[in-house]
């Protein structure tokens, strides 16, 4: 890495980078390893890109760790991605405050959490540290709850991905419509917004963001879209 430091233009760095998080499980296979191993290697891996965007002054760095794809791998592989990153919280946390971010994401789901670490905690940790807390929530009583334990603003990017919410293939807009009627912070509308139209109507609900991911973060989900459409097509 230091080498590389000497050879790179500081001058054409760019001021935002996003990185797709894919490999892991290849990773491991050709190590004859879990899938799981491969995952624990890849949260190392984000460490160091982490660290280095800092040195190099790249202030803005965006993650894609987790698509609605990933809902359809094995259980126990989904479960161990769930709790790694639920395990890595609090630690991560005070990495990600010593790198300079101004907002931090949290699972902020009714979920059990590892360690038995509480929410409120974590918030405080990074409010005392001057950043922004957002919730990443899957229904409206953990909405209510963020509010009230001091996050900043929500998002609904959880909704249908807890055992105790709807599984819907769009976006739920009525969580977000209704917590933008019961909240007085931001709601984000984040969670399956595939098309113009989806984020056309986050907004109508009164969104005071909307946050798009693999639909356009993805090219091989992209053109599945499309091959979709023709399997359904009498095509002569």
């Not at 296979?29 to 799981?36: A, M």
């Not at 946390?93 to 931090?104: A, D, K, N, P, R």
């Not at 019961?182 to 098309?195: K, M, Q």
């Amino acid at each position: 890495m230091d080498n590389m430091f000497f050879d790179i233009n500081m001058e054409k760095l760019p001021k935002h980078i996003a990185i797709i998080m894919d490999g892991n499980g290849r990773w491991a296979k050709k190590r004859f390893l879990p899938r799981t191993a491969g995952h624990k290697a890849g949260v190392e891996t984000v460490r160091t890109i982490i660290t280095e965007c800092k040195r190099l002054g790249i202030k803005h760095v965006t993650l894609y760790t987790f698509s609605t794809e990933n809902w359809k791998r094995p259980a126990l592989e989904v479960e161990t991605l769930m709790t790694l990153l639920q395990s890595y919280l609090k630690k991560e946390v005070e990495e990600l405050l010593e790198s300079g971010c101004e907002i931090i994401a949290l699972d902020a789901t009714l979920r059990k959490r590892p360690n038995d670490e509480k929410l409120e905690d974590l918030v405080k940790l990074i409010k005392d540290n001057g950043k922004i807390a957002l919730a990443d929530i899957s229904n409206d009583e953990e909405g209510i709850f963020a509010q009230k334990i001091g996050f900043d603003c929500v998002s609904t990017t959880l909704s249908g991905y807890t055992d105790y919410t709807p599984k819907l293939k769009g976006p739920d807009f009525g969580l977000v419509a209704r917590m933008v009627d019961r909240l007085d912070i931001p709601v984000f509308a984040e969670g399956r917004i595939n098309t113009p139209e989806d984020l056309k109507i986050a907004y109508e609900c009164g969104a005071f963001g909307a946050i798009v991911g693999s639909a356009i973060t993805r090219p091989q989900l992209i053109a599945k879209n499309f091959v979709n459409v023709l399997k359904d097509i009498d095509i002569k």
